[in-house]
C-alpha cells in the first residue's frame, strides 16, 4: 500500500465519457452530425484506435468521420484493425490522422498500402494472421477506443451483429475490459422499449455511444465466384486434389481458402466426387463463409455442417433456410464469429486448402508481394500444423505417418500432421511465374524495415502443392534438395521447373512425392466445364430453389 493509484484507466474513462455527454440525445443515442466532433472529444494523439474492417463488414461511416477530424486534435494514431478493404480506411493516414498500422488482411487496398509504406504514410507494425492479431489486443495493442459496426442497435447499446458478426466482440469485449471507448454505427436504430432488435449479440453495458448511420454499412462479396469464369486449368486442378488428397485421406473437415480453385472443388463434388464414390467420405464439416459455390453439394446432401468466419451478400435466407447446416439462432438468423471459426479452422480441421501468389523453390509461400500488401486473414492458422492438437482422426493420422522427417525428432513416437494444401497455376496473371527463386516478400520486407518477410504459410507446414502439371507432396520428401526437386517437377515451363532434371522427376513419380494427372488416372480430356455442377451464378439461384439472391454485379441474365 504505497499510495499508488490503480484506477487510473477508469478515471481517464469517465473524464472522455463525461467530455462527451453533451453529444448525447436519448440513452446512449449521438446524433450522426456529431459524430466528428465525438471523436475528437473521446480519441487523443497517439492512441491505439481499432476501427472495423472486416472482410466483409466494414464500420465506413465512422471512417468516414475518423477521417474528418481535426488533425490538430488527433494525429499519429496507431491503427490495430483486422482489414483494410476500403479507401476511406486509409484517408487517415493520407491525412496524417493515423501513423501506425498493425492489420490481418487488405484485399484490394493491398496496392495502395505497399505504396504508402514506400512513402513512408504508413509505418508497419505486423502483418498478423487473425488470431494473432485478436491475442495482441489482450496484451500489447489493446485499442483505447473501438469503432464497429452492427445491423440493428437501440438506445441502451444493445447490439444485433447477426449475419455478419465477424469480429465484433472480441474487438468490442478487449477495449471494454481495459476502461476503453466503444462507439458503435447501426443499421437501424430502435427505442428498445416498444421497439426491440432481433437478439442481443453484444449487450448495452459493454457499448458507450451508438449512432445511425445515414446508410447500411457496406458489405463486400468477398467469397463469391461466379463459375462461368472457371477454367478448364482450374477445373483439372480441382480433379487433381479430389482424387489425390481428398480421396486418398478421406478428409471430412476442412477450410477452403477463398478463389476460383476452391469454388471449382466445390462444384465438382456433385459430379465428379460422385463418380469417384466419395459421398460420404469427404467434406463433411467446413468451417468457411457460407459460399455460394457450396450450394450444389449442400443441396446433393455432401455437407453437414457450416461455421462461418462471417456472412456472404445474398446467402442470408439460404442460410436461415438451412438450419441443419449453419449455426442458427433461436431469432431464426445465423451467428457468424471469426475468433470462434478461427480457432476451429486452428484446431479441429484435417485440411486447408488454398490458393496462393507466389512459392519460392524450397515451398514458402505467400500472398504478399513488392507491390501488393494483401495480408494473410486467417491462411496461416488454418495453413500451419497445429502442435497443440491431441485428438485423432484418420486423415490427421494417416500424412503424420507420411511425414518423414518427423521421424528424426520424435523417435518411436506416432503424431498426427495437418494437410495444407497450396494450389497454383504455373504462371498467373500477366503470365507471372507463381514459381520464383525468391519471393517478392523478401523485397516488400526492406522496403518496410520488417525484420522478416510476411509469409504467409511455411516450407514446413506445407503438406502438398498442386499445379496443372500434378501434385508435390512435401511432407514426403527425405531433404530439403528433394523438396526443391519436386517443387521443380510440378513447377511446369516457369525458371524453377525448366530447371527439373527429368530423371530425378521420373524417380520422385515412382517414388509417389509427384503425382501427374496420368499417374492418379485422371483424364485431362475430361477437365472442362461440363463437369461443373452450376455453370454460372443463374445456375445457383435455381438449385438453391430462389433462396440465393446474389449481389446485382453478379446478375447476368
Known amino acids: 500500500m504505497n499510495g499508488k493509484k490503480w484506477d487510473t484507466r477508469r478515471t481517464d474513462y469517465l473524464e472522455r465519457i463525461n467530455a462527451a455527454k453533451p453529444l448525447v440525445k436519448t440513452g446512449k443515442e449521438v446524433a450522426a452530425s456529431d459524430v466528428v466532433k465525438l471523436l475528437e472529444t473521446v480519441i487523443r494523439p497517439g492512441e491505439k484506435v481499432n476501427l472495423e474492417g472486416n472482410n466483409q463488414k466494414q464500420a465506413d461511416f465512422l471512417a468516414e468521420c475518423l ?39 487488405s484485399g484490394p487496398m493491398g496496392g495502395k498500402i505497399a505504396e504508402f509504406i514506400d512513402q513512408g504514410k504508413v509505418q508497419l507494425g505486423a502483418i498478423h494472421t487473425y488470431l494473432e492479431l485478436f491475442a495482441r489486443y489482450f496484451t500489447d495493442l489493446t485499442p483505447k477506443v473501438c469503432m464497429v459496426c452492427a445491423y440493428e442497435g437501440d438506445r441502451f447499446g444493445n447490439l ?31 427505442d428498445g422499449v416498444d421497439n426491440k432488435i432481433k437478439r442481443v449479440d453484444i449487450p448495452g453495458d459493454w457499448v458507450d455511444f451508438v449512432i445511425e448511420s445515414p446508410k447500411p454499412f457496406y458489405l463486400e462479396p468477398l467469397f463469391t465466384r461466379d463459375p462461368a469464369l472457371i477454367t478448364d486449368a482450374q477445373i483439372l486442378m480441382a480433379m487433381i486434389a479430389l482424387k489425390g488428397i481428398y480421396a486418398k485421406y478421406n478428409v ?9 480453385y476452391t469454388a471449382a472443388i466445390e462444384l465438382l463434388l456433385p459430379t465428379y466426387g460422385k463418380e469417384l464414390g466419395l459421398k460420404g467420405k469427404i467434406c463433411k464439416h467446413f468451417v468457411l463463409n457460407p459460399h455460394p459455390t457450396l450450394i450444389p453439394a449442400i443441396e446433393d446432401g455432401w455437407v453437414e455442417s457450416i461455421h462461418s468466419f462471417g456472412g456472404e451478400l445474398g446467402m442470408q435466407k439460404y442460410c436461415q433456410a438451412r438450419p441443419d447446416i449453419f449455426f442458427i439462432g433461436p431469432d431464426g438468423t445465423m ?14 480441421i484435417d485440411m486447408f486448402i488454398g490458393g496462393t501468389l507466389q512459392i519460392d523453390r524450397y515451398g514458402n509461400s505467400t500472398t504478399a508481394t513488392a507491390t501488393r500488401v494483401a495480408g494473410f486473414g486467417g491462411a496461416p492458422n488454418m495453413g500451419c500444423d497445429s502442435k497443440g492438437r491431441r485428438h485423432i482422426t484418420e486423415a490427421w493420422m494417416r500424412c503424420g505417418d507420411e511425414f518423414t522427417a518427423q521421424k528424426s525428432f520424435l523417435g518411436n513416437q506416432r503424431r498426427g500432421k495437418r494437410l495444407v494444401v497450396q494450389m497454383a ?14 519471393l517478392d516478400a523478401e523485397k516488400l520486407a526492406k522496403k518496410a524495415n520488417l525484420e522478416l518477410p510476411p509469409i504467409m504459410v511455411y516450407a514446413d507446414d506445407i503438406t502438398h502443392i498442386i499445379t496443372e502439371e500434378g501434385i508435390a507432396s512435401m511432407h514426403m520428401c527425405e531433404s530439403l534438395k528433394e523438396r526443391e526437386d519436386a517443387i521443380r517437377g510440378v513447377a511446369g515451363y516457369t525458371k524453377i521447373g525448366l530447371e527439373a532434371d527429368p530423371k530425378v522427376t521420373g524417380q520422385l513419380r515412382k517414388k509417389g ?5 496420368e499417374d492418379l488416372g485422371i483424364d485431362r480430356a475430361k477437365a472442362n466445364r461440363s463437369l461443373l ?3 454460372n451464378v443463374k445456375d445457383l439461384v435455381e438449385i438453391s430453389g430462389g433462396l440465393y439472391d446474389p449481389p446485382g454485379k453478379f446478375h447476368n441474365w
Open 160 to 190: 444485433y451483429t447477426g449475419f455478419n458478426t465477424e469480429d465484433t466482440p472480441i474487438q468490442i469485449e478487449a477495449t471494454k475490459f481495459s476502461n476503453g471507448i466503444v462507439i458503435a454505427q447501426v443499421n437501424k436504430l430502435y
Open 67 to 105: 477521417s474528418k477530424v481535426n488533425k490538430e486534435k488527433v494525429y499519429d494514431l496507431h491503427m490495430v484493425q483486422s482489414a483494410l478493404a476500403l479507401p476511406v480506411f486509409l484517408e487517415v493516414f493520407e491525412k496524417g490522422i493515423a501513423k501506425k498500422l498493425d492489420f490481418a488482411y
Open 335 to 348: 451467428r457468424s464469429n471469426r475468433a470462434y471459426c478461427q480457432t476451429a479452422g486452428h484446431y479441429a
Open 425 to 438: 497455376e504455373t504462371f498467373l496473371e500477366k503470365m507471372a511465374p507463381a514459381f520464383v527463386d525468391e
Open 252 to 260: 471430412q473437415r476442412l477450410n477452403h481458402g477463398i478463389g476460383f
Open 513 to 517: 512425392v509427384i503425382q501427374t494427372p
Open 533 to 535: 455442377a452450376a455453370k
